[in-house]
C-alpha cells in the first residue's frame, strides 16, 4: 500500500504540473510554468484507497467505472478541499468557476477525473 500510496502521489502531481502548465496557453504565457503544492501528494496518493474499488469493479464497462472512480474522487477532492479552507491552506478555488460547489469542486472537470479514475485504476492493478 505504501509503494501504491508513493506512485499515485507522484503521478497526481505530474498530471497536476502538465495541466496547469498546459493550461497557461488560455493566458499566452507561453513558459508553460505548472505548479501544484506540498498539500496535493497525499491527496494524489490516497488514491491508492481505490483499489478495492477497482477490484469490485473488474470486468465492469468503462463508462461505469469511470464513473464511479470520478464520483470517488470528487468526494475526496470535496473532503480534503473543505479541511484544507477550513485552515486557510487549500491550495485550489474554483469559486470563480460556473459549475463549483462550495469553491472546491469543479463539476466542468468530470471528464478529466474520469480519465484520471481510469489510469489510476491501471497503475493500481
Known amino acids: 500500500m505504501k509503494n501504491k500510496f508513493i506512485i499515485c502521489g507522484t503521478l497526481g502531481w505530474c498530471m497536476e504540473i502538465i495541466f496547469t502548465a498546459l493550461n497557461s496557453f488560455k493566458k499566452k504565457e507561453f513558459t508553460l510554468v ?3 503544492s506540498i498539500w496535493m501528494f497525499p491527496i494524489y496518493g490516497a488514491a491508492c484507497l481505490l483499489a478495492p474499488v477497482c ?9 461505469l467505472r469511470g464513473s464511479i472512480y470520478t464520483c470517488c474522487i470528487f468526494l475526496g477532492e470535496f473532503l480534503s478541499g473543505s479541511f484544507l479552507k477550513k485552515h486557510h491552506a487549500c491550495p485550489w478555488d474554483y469559486s470563480h468557476s460556473k459549475y463549483n460547489l462550495k469553491g472546491v469542486i469543479r463539476f466542468d472537470y468530470a471528464p478529466l477525473w474520469f480519465g484520471a479514475g481510469l489510469l489510476f485504476e491501471k497503475i493500481l492493478r
Open 34 to 36: 505548472g505548479r501544484t
Open 55 to 63: 477490484r469490485l469493479l473488474k470486468g465492469k464497462n468503462t463508462f
